[in-house]
């Protein structure tokens, strides 16, 4: 298994480019100013708690620290896209994510990436999507659907039906989130969000509810 392991890095870094990893640094801050609902600025905090729902639902399906999760981010200037799709591809195949996500910031595709020698064998639907168009917008959408049905025990017809009605990756992950935590139908969040006009934080804070404390409960599924 070792060899096979090392194998697998060796046919992988023939596809780094001659350039430095440091060369393509860049800082791509997430710092959030306001994390709690205000209502004189009842939107403030809407940024914030869809970033920190996400990134908790990322956190407890891949097994990774949330803290590193950001600073990934925010330091290492990690493309949120990229950061997803490397954390599927190191889940599903022996790939080491760090590797696959500096021979991606150094110019490979995934495509390039998916089907290099070590890891053209490796059978999956969306790795297999992946050799056959390269990544885009789509493959975010069936990664994220996978992260809410293997974490939260949601259906595909669920996030489907979601999508169709024009909410993001984001927005659903919130919306399912905030069912799984308080039981209240999805339809009527969303109503309460598309109807009603509230923010998504003020939704939050009507059931007591913190933005952080809405991460902390996807964390804890």
Request: aromatic share 6%; proline share 4%.
């Amino acid at each position: 298994m070792r060899c096979s392991i090392l194998s697998l890095y060796c046919c992988l870094l023939l596809l780094l480019p001659s350039i430095s990893l440091a060369a393509n640094s860049t800082t791509n801050c997430h710092c959030f100013k306001n994390r709690s609902f205000d209502p004189a600025k009842k939107f403030a905090a809407d940024d914030y708690l869809i970033t920190t729902t996400f990134n908790s639902l990322v956190a407890a399906t891949f097994g990774i620290e949330k803290r590193q999760i950001v600073m990934m981010k925010m330091r290492g200037g990690v493309n949120p896209d990229d950061l997803l799709i490397g954390l599927y591809m190191a889940h599903v195949t022996p790939a080491d994510l760090d590797l696959l996500l500096g021979i991606r910031k150094n110019g490979a595709s995934w495509k390039e990436i998916v089907s290099s020698p070590g890891l053209a064998t490796v059978t999956d639907p969306i790795l297999d999507t992946v050799r056959a168009k390269d990544a885009d917008a789509d493959t975010v959408h069936r990664i994220t659907d996978f992260m809410l049905i293997r974490t939260l025990g949601r259906s595909l017809a669920e996030t489907t039906r979601l999508r169709d009605q024009g909410f993001s990756d984001r927005e659903i992950v919130l919306l399912l989130a905030l069912n799984h935590l308080t039981r209240a139908p999805v339809d009527s969040l969303a109503a309460m969000y598309r109807q009603r006009k509230m923010s998504w934080s003020e939704i939050a804070d009507s059931f007591k509810l913190t933005p952080a404390g809405v991460g902390k409960g996807i964390a804890g599924s």
